[in-house]
Each structure stands twice: as structure tokens, then as C-alpha cells.
């Protein structure tokens, strides 16, 4: 059964960094493009990142310089490093797999709080 669980959110001040990690499982997880999404309450949810599964990467231009995301294909898990995090950034989230334009799943998200 696929599956993908996300941690490593929390609180952080203004300028600070989190890791996100999402393990996957029940999937051959080195062919997936891999993705993160955000959301905030009451607003929709936005692409952050993406790398597929040949490492090539693309970002929404208020995270570009900031955040990156890795793949480690060996442990099946996809990272998200956010540096100089800002308030802005406060939101849940979400790891997606994507293996075609109609063939997608998710995390069941974490939350992420930049605030002093």
C-alpha cells in the first residue's frame, strides 16, 4: 500500500531553518517525480518544489534561494532544507508523488510555524 509520511516541522524565530523529511513506502520510489506543497488555512494550496526522478529541480520563485529539495533514493524519502525561513513561509506542508498527470498521491502534511 502506498504511502508517505512527513516530518521534522515544528516552530522556528525568523531566520531560522527546518528539515523536512517524507518516507514513502509501497512504491518503487526512484521512478516518482516528488513534490512539496503548502497550505494555509483557508487559502488554496501552493506548489513549493519539485525534483524528478532523473534530480532535476524547480521552485515557486518566494521559496528560490531559500529552500531546497533533495531525494535520497536508496531510503525512498525526499527532503525539503528551508533556510532563512520568514513568517510567510507558516503553513502545512505536504509531500505529493507523482508518477503521471493523472496518477498522484499525498502525505497527511506537517505543520510548519516561523514566528518570533
Known amino acids: 500500500q502506498e504511502q508517505l509520511v512527513e516530518s521534522g516541522g515544528g516552530m522556528v524565530q525568523p531566520g531560522g531553518s527546518l528539515r523536512l523529511s517524507c518516507a514513502a513506502s509501497?512504491?518503487?520510489?526512484?521512478?516518482?517525480?516528488m513534490n512539496w506543497y503548502r497550505q494555509v488555512p483557508g487559502k488554496q494550496r501552493e506548489w513549493v518544489a519539485r525534483?524528478?526522478?532523473?534530480?532535476?529541480?524547480n521552485y515557486v520563485d518566494s521559496v528560490q534561494g531559500r529552500f531546497t529539495i533533495s531525494r535520497d533514493n536508496a531510503k525512498s524519502t525526499v527532503y525539503l532544507q528551508m533556510n532563512s525561513l520568514k513568517p510567510e513561509d507558516t503553513a502545512i506542508y505536504y509531500c505529493?508523488?507523482?508518477?503521471?498527470?493523472?496518477?498522484?498521491?499525498w502525505g497527511q502534511g506537517t505543520q510548519v510555524t516561523v514566528s518570533s
Open positions: 509501497g512504491i518503487i520510489f526512484s521512478i516518482y517525480v
Open positions: 525534483i524528478t526522478s532523473g534530480g532535476s529541480t
Open positions: 505529493n508523488a507523482a508518477l503521471t498527470s493523472n496518477y498522484d498521491f
